[in-house]
Protein backbone atom coordinates (compact mmCIF):
# COMPACT_ATOMS: atom_id res chain seq x y z
CA UNK A 1 0.00 0.00 0.00
CA UNK A 2 1.34 3.36 -1.23
CA UNK A 3 0.96 6.07 1.00
CA UNK A 4 0.41 9.99 0.59
CA UNK A 5 2.76 10.56 3.97
CA UNK A 6 5.74 8.65 5.71
CA UNK A 7 4.37 7.52 9.06
CA UNK A 8 6.52 7.89 11.57
CA UNK A 9 8.18 4.44 12.69
CA UNK A 10 8.94 5.61 16.40
CA UNK A 11 8.64 7.81 18.72
CA UNK A 12 5.36 9.49 20.12
CA UNK A 13 2.97 9.90 16.64
CA UNK A 14 4.08 6.23 15.35
CA UNK A 15 1.06 4.23 15.09
CA UNK A 16 1.32 0.99 16.10
CA UNK A 17 2.30 -2.17 14.62
CA UNK A 18 2.64 -5.56 14.59
CA UNK A 19 5.77 -8.00 12.75
CA UNK A 20 5.93 -4.39 10.86
CA UNK A 21 2.55 -3.87 9.59
CA UNK A 22 -0.24 -1.25 10.72
CA UNK A 23 -2.08 -2.75 13.48
CA UNK A 24 -5.81 -2.01 14.07
CA UNK A 25 -7.79 -3.48 16.86
CA UNK A 26 -10.77 -2.73 15.61
CA UNK A 27 -12.77 -1.74 12.30
CA UNK A 28 -13.09 2.11 13.31
CA UNK A 29 -9.41 2.31 13.42
CA UNK A 30 -8.80 1.16 9.81
CA UNK A 31 -11.37 3.35 8.60
CA UNK A 32 -10.41 6.40 10.43
CA UNK A 33 -6.94 5.89 9.30
CA UNK A 34 -8.01 5.39 5.60
CA UNK A 35 -9.78 8.70 5.86
CA UNK A 36 -7.11 10.54 7.20
CA UNK A 37 -4.87 9.36 4.52
CA UNK A 38 -7.59 9.91 1.51
CA UNK A 39 -8.00 13.62 2.67
CA UNK A 40 -4.46 14.28 3.18
CA UNK A 41 -4.04 12.82 -0.64
CA UNK A 42 -6.68 15.22 -1.86
CA UNK A 43 -5.41 18.04 0.09
CA UNK A 44 -8.17 18.68 2.36
CA UNK A 45 -5.92 18.29 5.36
CA UNK A 46 -2.55 18.80 6.09
CA UNK A 47 -0.41 15.91 7.22
CA UNK A 48 2.09 17.89 9.06
CA UNK A 49 -0.35 19.95 10.90
CA UNK A 50 -2.59 16.63 11.74
CA UNK A 51 1.07 15.30 13.04
CA UNK A 52 1.38 18.03 15.27
CA UNK A 53 -1.85 17.66 16.41
CA UNK A 54 -1.25 14.13 17.29
CA UNK A 55 1.46 14.49 19.51
CA UNK A 56 -0.07 17.29 21.19
CA UNK A 57 -3.40 14.86 21.62
CA UNK A 58 -0.87 12.25 22.69
CA UNK A 59 0.88 14.40 25.44
CA UNK A 60 -1.93 15.73 27.02
CA UNK A 61 -3.02 12.76 27.81
CA UNK A 62 0.47 11.59 28.76
CA UNK A 63 -0.17 14.31 31.38
CA UNK A 64 -3.20 13.77 32.51
CA UNK A 65 -2.19 10.12 33.70
CA UNK A 66 0.90 10.82 34.96
CA UNK A 67 -1.16 13.53 38.09
CA UNK A 68 -1.50 11.88 40.84
CA UNK A 69 -4.71 10.36 41.68
CA UNK A 70 -6.39 13.26 43.79
CA UNK A 71 -5.12 15.60 40.89
CA UNK A 72 -7.06 13.59 38.24
CA UNK A 73 -9.91 12.86 40.20
CA UNK A 74 -10.58 16.63 40.11
CA UNK A 75 -9.53 17.44 36.66
CA UNK A 76 -13.07 17.70 35.33
CA UNK A 77 -13.50 17.50 31.47
CA UNK A 78 -10.85 15.21 29.97
CA UNK A 79 -9.17 13.71 33.25
CA UNK A 80 -9.03 9.77 32.63
CA UNK A 81 -10.74 7.87 34.83
CA UNK A 82 -9.53 4.90 37.08
CA UNK A 83 -7.48 2.34 34.77
CA UNK A 84 -7.81 4.18 32.15
CA UNK A 85 -5.54 2.47 29.43
CA UNK A 86 -3.41 4.12 26.23
CA UNK A 87 -5.16 3.81 23.15
CA UNK A 88 -3.26 4.88 20.17
CA UNK A 89 -6.11 5.12 18.28
CA UNK A 90 -8.36 7.52 20.32
CA UNK A 91 -5.56 9.91 20.21
CA UNK A 92 -5.88 9.68 16.59
CA UNK A 93 -9.80 10.13 16.46
CA UNK A 94 -9.16 13.40 18.75
CA UNK A 95 -6.47 14.97 16.39
CA UNK A 96 -8.48 14.08 13.09
CA UNK A 97 -11.44 15.93 14.66
CA UNK A 98 -9.38 19.04 15.52
CA UNK A 99 -8.39 18.77 12.15
CA UNK A 100 -11.41 18.43 10.33
CA UNK A 101 -12.77 21.52 12.64
CA UNK A 102 -9.68 23.59 12.53
CA UNK A 103 -9.99 23.21 8.21
CA UNK A 104 -13.53 23.97 8.51
CA UNK A 105 -14.67 21.13 6.62
CA UNK A 106 -17.07 19.93 9.34
CA UNK A 107 -17.85 21.97 12.84
CA UNK A 108 -17.44 20.77 16.41
CA UNK A 109 -21.29 21.00 17.02
CA UNK A 110 -21.87 18.55 14.15
CA UNK A 111 -18.87 16.24 15.20
CA UNK A 112 -20.49 15.61 18.65
CA UNK A 113 -23.97 15.30 17.18
CA UNK A 114 -22.89 12.38 14.57
CA UNK A 115 -20.66 10.79 17.37
CA UNK A 116 -23.79 10.58 19.38
CA UNK A 117 -25.67 9.54 16.80
CA UNK A 118 -23.18 6.63 15.86
CA UNK A 119 -22.49 5.78 19.70
CA UNK A 120 -26.16 4.66 20.26
CA UNK A 121 -26.27 2.36 17.20
CA UNK A 122 -26.75 -1.43 18.83
CA UNK A 123 -23.41 -3.07 18.84
CA UNK A 124 -22.62 -5.16 15.33
CA UNK A 125 -24.27 -1.97 12.99
CA UNK A 126 -21.77 -0.64 10.62
CA UNK A 127 -24.45 1.34 9.22
CA UNK A 128 -26.60 4.24 10.23
CA UNK A 129 -29.82 2.25 8.99
CA UNK A 130 -32.01 0.24 11.13
CA UNK A 131 -31.00 -3.51 9.56
CA UNK A 132 -34.29 -5.49 9.63
CA UNK A 133 -35.07 -8.07 7.20
CA UNK A 134 -37.76 -5.94 5.87
CA UNK A 135 -35.80 -2.27 5.83
CA UNK A 136 -32.82 -3.74 4.27
CA UNK A 137 -35.23 -6.39 1.77
CA UNK A 138 -36.74 -2.99 0.79
CA UNK A 139 -33.54 -0.78 0.05
CA UNK A 140 -32.01 -3.77 -2.10
CA UNK A 141 -35.19 -4.08 -3.87
CA UNK A 142 -34.79 -0.15 -4.90
CA UNK A 143 -31.21 0.31 -5.14
CA UNK A 144 -32.07 -2.90 -7.82
CA UNK A 145 -34.95 -0.83 -9.96
CA UNK A 146 -32.30 2.37 -10.12
CA UNK A 147 -29.95 0.49 -11.28
CA UNK A 148 -32.72 -0.55 -14.06
CA UNK A 149 -33.37 3.23 -14.92
CA UNK A 150 -30.03 3.99 -15.54
CA UNK A 151 -29.73 0.89 -17.71
CA UNK A 152 -32.65 1.95 -19.92
Not at 33 to 51: K, P, S, Y
Not at 56 to 75: M, T
Not at 127 to 152: C, F, L, S, T
Amino acid sequence: MSLPVRLDEDGAAAPPRENGELAFAAPWESRLFGLTMALVEDGRLDWEAFRSRLIARIAAWEKRVSRPPSAAAGGGAGAPGAGESWDYWQRWREAFEDSLETAGLVGGSEIDGRSRRLAARPHGHDHPHDHDHHAHHDHKEHAVQAAGEIDE
